[in-house]
């Protein structure tokens, strides 16, 4: 089993920064993928970033650039640094957790972001 816990969302002008926060309760090198995801309201929940086990990251195109995924290994904790932030990043952002052996996938409460024009 493991518990995630998001912080860090709040309300933010465009063009500003927030950075998300996802504690583990398990160690982060036990954990084969970490990643984000956000769901906006009447949309599907969508992935956001994604970060291996072998430190490989990858972005969907829509956050290319603007955002960064990272893990600290020594606080069990993984960060999305959100910069140049857009109205249309308002979400709840997910962390997810995947363990391939055996499978297991877990997801955190979210956190809400808000970006004002």
């Known amino acids: 089993q493991v518990h995630l816990v998001e912080s860090g969302g709040g309300l933010v002008q465009a063009g500003g920064s927030l950075r998300l926060s996802c504690a583990t309760s398990r160690s982060i090198g036990s954990i084969s993928v970490m990643a984000w995801y956000r769901q906006a309201p009447g949309k599907q929940r969508e992935l956001v970033a994604t970060?291996?086990?072998?430190?490989?990251?990858n972005y969907a195109d829509y956050v290319k650039g603007r955002f960064t995924i990272s893990r600290d290994f020594a606080k069990s904790t993984m960060y999305l640094q959100m910069n140049s932030l857009k109205p249309e990043d308002t979400a709840v952002y997910y962390c997810n957790a995947r363990i391939f052996t055996p499978w297991a996938e877990y997801w955190g409460q979210g956190t809400q972001v808000t970006v004002s024009s």
């Open positions: 970060v291996t086990g072998i430190d490989s990251t």
